[in-house]
């Protein structure tokens, strides 16, 4: 896909075609280009900090380096490094900065520097910790993939330093490493072009597929961006995914 300043561009899913079937795909339910600032990229996450304290078995309160980026309610895990278990809890409380009172006691021992990492972030949150916070603005857009894999959208209202603050809470909860992106414009519904065979069809054959605009003067797009388009089509029980980038150009 090429992208140039002031002009619309085409977002096209070359030939696809049902390998289970053989056949090219014709009259499909839907497909649709979704289209993201790939600056703006990262995921639920935040720092792994360390246990600065020992902590007994049957312990209900760790101390760590870092507890910024957690809240009450969020389910951590504790890497119990002498055993190689993994103790997951959520969070009753934080009393004081490093301080962490778990819904479940610790059942083995922990040591000081064993990784406190978060695991899941509650669902009501709107503030979550992220990767490179930095890369956001206040007032994008964002999408953050919920673990039930429905897409919460709304905005950013402040970024700190391991977190975004959302105007919106997430209605179901979110695990690290879910995505947050910033869409630029979605649904973008593509159309059928071209002469689709009848027989032996060769998948990703440009002569025909589904196409559909980008238009130059969408809000968001910039010279020297780069940008993803994602690609969906679906009919039945048919899911045909395509991801393209571009950088945008002069003319």
């Known amino acids: 896909m090429k992208v140039l300043e002031k002009t619309d561009t085409l977002v096209e899913l070359y030939g696809p075609v049902d390998v289970a079937n053989d056949a090219a795909v014709e009259t499909p339910d839907s497909v649709l280009a979704n289209v993201y600032n790939d600056a703006k990229e990262s995921q639920v996450g935040g720092p792994v900090t360390t246990l600065t304290a020992d902590a007994l078995a049957a312990a209900g309160t760790i101390f760590v380096a870092v507890t910024d980026h ?28 490093g301080e962490i009172t778990l819904t479940t006691p610790l059942v083995n021992a922990a040591r000081a520097g064993d990784p406190v990492s978060l695991r899941i972030v509650d669902i009501g949150s709107t ?5 490179d916070p930095q890369r956001f603005e206040v007032g994008d857009s964002v999408e953050v993939l919920q673990d039930d894999a429905t897409v919460h959208s709304t905005t950013v209202n402040a970024i700190g330093e391991l977190t975004l603050t959302l105007a919106g809470a997430l209605t179901v909860a979110a695990s690290a490493g879910n995505r947050v992106s910033n869409p630029i414009t979605t649904g973008i519904a593509l159309s059928a072009y ?5 027989s032996d069809p060769v998948p990703e054959d440009p ?3 589904y196409r559909g ?8 797009l ?3 961006q780069t940008i993803r388009a994602e690609i969906t089509l679906l009919k039945a029980n048919l899911n045909i995914q395509k991801t393209v980038w571009a950088k945008i150009g002069k003319v």
């Open 213 to 220: 605009k980008i238009a130059f003067d969408l809000a968001g």
């Open 207 to 209: 002569a025909w597929g």
């Open 127 to 131: 503030v979550i910790p992220i990767e």
């Open 194 to 198: 071209g002469s689709f065979p009848a």
């Open 222 to 224: 910039e010279l020297g």
């Open 70 to 97: 957690l809240q009450q309610g969020f389910t951590i895990g504790i890497l119990q490094e002498l055993t190689g278990l993994v103790h997951v809890s959520a969070i009753t409380a934080i009393p004081n900065p």
